[in-house]
């Protein structure tokens, strides 16, 4: 696609419940990047996919956190028994291939923005 | 660990220069990157320094010093729709890890 897309936009959901959140990245980019972002704050790196493998998920903030990428394309971000301090927009980025980060650049999506009540 | 500090705030007037600090402490350091992020939207990539020096793109520079551990980014003619955040991001193997933002506000 013409950009990194992620849906849904917003999430309203109560604590204990469990969420998805999905990001399709631009066509052909082979590595994806999950981050978190408080209200304020700087991004918070997540976990990173190099075609359908995690190479680095030393982001996740606990074993309720979880991500998968099926087709070296959409990528899905599972938290279970979310709890209020999961509020946060995710966000998505992709990155074209595997060359190194200084010769390409991350690409980001618009973000989901979760609350958990 | 990684660790990166930069202003929290930052105010200037429409059509002046103003710089942005960020110093840094990190290991497996790859390059520095800026991004910019208007509320409510996503980060965009500004610009990216490798090497020590200035990097110029039209009217924002980054400039980085590896053996300071510091790097700027200097935006020059400033506009209202330059209000923005603006991270830096200290880049490793695989990922970029990002400071808490400068909020810049634009002022007439």
């Known amino acids: 696609g013409a950009g990194v897309s992620q849906s849904p936009s917003n999430k309203v959901t109560e604590k204990g419940k469990d969420v998805e959140l999905r990001c399709d990245p631009i066509s052909g980019h082979t590595a994806l990047y999950w981050y978190r972002q408080s209200l304020g704050q700087g991004l918070e790196f997540l976990i990173y996919f190099q075609g359908n493998s995690a190479p680095d998920k030393s982001g996740l903030p606990s074993d309720r956190f979880s991500a998968e990428r099926t087709g070296g394309s959409v990528s899905t971000l599972t938290i279970q028994r979310t709890q209020q301090e999961d509020s946060a927009v995710y966000l998505c980025?992709?990155?074209?291939?595997?060359?190194?980060?200084?010769?390409?650049?991350?690409?980001f999506g618009p973000g989901t923005r979760l609350t958990v009540l | 660990g990684q660790s990166l500090e930069q202003p929290s705030e930052v105010t200037a007037v429409e059509g002046a220069i103003v710089q942005i600090n960020c110093t840094y402490q990190?290991?497996?350091?790859?390059?520095l990157s800026w991004y910019q992020q208007h509320d409510g939207g996503a980060p965009t990539f500004l610009s990216y320094n490798a090497l020590d020096g200035l990097e110029e793109t039209g009217r924002f520079s980054s400039f980085l010093s590896r053996s300071d551990s510091y790097g700027y980014l200097l935006l020059q003619e400033l506009q209202m729709k330059d209000s923005a955040s603006y991270f830096c991001?200290?880049?490793?193997?695989?990922?970029?890890?990002f400071g808490t933002g400068t909020r810049l506000t634009v002022i007439p």
């Open positions: 991001a200290v880049a490793g193997a695989n990922n970029l890890f």
């Open positions: 980025a992709s990155r074209r291939g595997f060359a190194h980060l200084n010769t390409d650049t991350q690409y």
């Open positions: 990190t290991s497996g350091f790859y390059g």
